[in-house]
């Protein structure tokens, strides 16, 4: 069993940075591939970054790339998705996944956080 719990998203204008959390209880005995979903009003959740278990494994979604960094500290159990130049069509509902393997779609995921909101102006 795992639980996910988000924080860090906001405000912040065009160009600005945001750094999310996500606090990972784990009852498994795999370490879990761990990874950002972006969900903007209308589309379906994307993937934005995904790291695995080991974490020496990342994906990132283009549109992201040499904007955002997904990273792990195993010892707090936690994921981070640090995003700079933040741009408005970044904005989204994030939501944090775990899953027993590494992957880059929604059904390589078992467990989703609540999702936090992430809103850019222009």
């Known amino acids: 069993q795992v639980q996910l719990v988000e924080s860090g998203g906001g405000l912040v204008q065009a160009g600005g940075s945001l750094r999310l959390s996500c606090a990972a209880s784990?009852?498994?005995?795999?370490?879990?591939?761990l990874g950002w979903f972006g969900q903007a009003p209308g589309k379906e959740r994307e993937l934005v970054a995904g790291?695995?278990?080991?974490?020496?494994?990342?994906a990132y979604a283009d549109s992201v790339k040499g904007r955002f960094t997904i990273s792990r500290d195993k010892a707090k159990n936690t994921v981070y998705l640090q995003m700079n130049s933040l741009k408005p069509e970044d904005t989204a509902v994030y939501y944090c996944?775990?899953?027993?393997?590494?992957?880059?779609?929604?059904?390589?995921?078992?467990?989703w956080g609540q999702g936090t909101q992430v809103t850019v102006s222009s």
């Open positions: 790291i695995s278990g080991s974490g020496g494994r990342t």
């Open positions: 996944a775990a899953g027993p393997t590494y992957g880059t779609r929604t059904y390589n995921y078992d467990y």
């Open positions: 784990v009852r498994t005995f795999v370490t879990p591939a």
